[in-house]
T-cell receptor, first 113, second 114 residues
Framework: TQLLEQSPQFLSIQEGENLTVYCNSS?????LQWYRQEPGEGPVLLVT?????EVKKLKRLTFQFGDARKDSSLHITAAQPGDTGLYLC?????????????FGQGTTLQVKP | EPEVTQTPSHQVTQMGQEVILRCVPI?????FYWYRQILGQKVEFLVS????????KSEIFDDQFSVERPDGSNFTLKIRSTKLEDSAMYFC???FGTGDYGYTFGSGTRLTVV
């Protein structure tokens, strides 16, 4: 059974602080995606990383895919209250005609003003 | 920006009844998925659909579940005889291709079985 473990599950920080969320697995994934999910809504894609060692930046968010494609991290610099939400990592695995996603359990981030 | 549209947003049904959840994927997308999320739990894969057939399904997707793409635009999930444990948010997703093509998720249908 493929599992993705996210840590921490909950994070409460002050505005302006930096934070890192981790996503780890014993399985290799063909790609890994990060989503943000608001209450009562579907996940919204932030980024996809495909190549081992890849780093992608989205404004204050930096995403990294591990060299072995088993783990990933999301780093937020100078967090703002608008960053508050649920962050999900999801690994893609399977044949080219499925690409099903295995989701982590999520990290709930609260940024206090 | 193109969206995946799901209807209804909330469905309440009695145990044993059939329900059909509807989705309109993005028009030029080729791969379609259903996921579900039981309250407080992970998002779980149910089924993937490509080239008018199921390409993969999970253990959850038993004989009570079926999917259809009847008219080239709608993508439906049918649960024949609902159980209490089917209560969850059901998300439809689509994407244009495999590899690093991103998924677009709908806003979900909250199914409550009473």
């Amino acid at each position: 059974t493929q599992l993705l473990e996210q840590s921490p599950q909950f994070l409460s920080i002050q505005e302006g602080e930096n934070l890192t969320v981790y996503c780890n697995s014993s399985s290799v994934f063909s790609s890994l995606q990060w989503y943000r999910q608001e209450p009562g809504e579907g996940p919204v894609l932030l980024v996809t990383v495909v190549t081992g060692g890849e780093v992608k930046k989205l404004k204050r968010l930096t995403f990294q895919f591990g060299d072995a494609r088993k783990d990933s991290s999301l780093h937020i610099t100078a967090a703002q209250p608008g960053d508050t939400g649920l962050y999900l990592c999801a690994g893609a695995h399977g044949s080219s005609n499925t690409g099903k996603l295995i989701f982590g359990q999520g990290t709930t981030l609260q940024v206090k003003p | 920006e193109p969206e995946v549209t799901q209807t209804p947003s909330h469905q309440v049904t009695q145990m044993g009844q059939e329900v059909i959840l509807r989705c309109v994927p993005i028009s030029n997308h080729l791969y379609f998925y259903w996921y579900r999320q039981i309250l407080g739990q992970k998002v779980e894969f149910l089924v993937s659909f490509y080239n008018n057939e199921i390409s993969e399904k999970s253990e959850i997707f038993d004989d009570q579940f079926s999917v259809e793409r009847p008219d080239g635009s709608n993508f439906t999930l049918k649960i024949r005889s609902t159980k209490l444990e089917d209560s969850a948010m059901y998300f439809c997703a689509s994407r244009f291709g495999t590899g690093d093509y991103g998924y677009t998720f709908g806003s979900g249908t909250r199914l409550t079985v009473v």
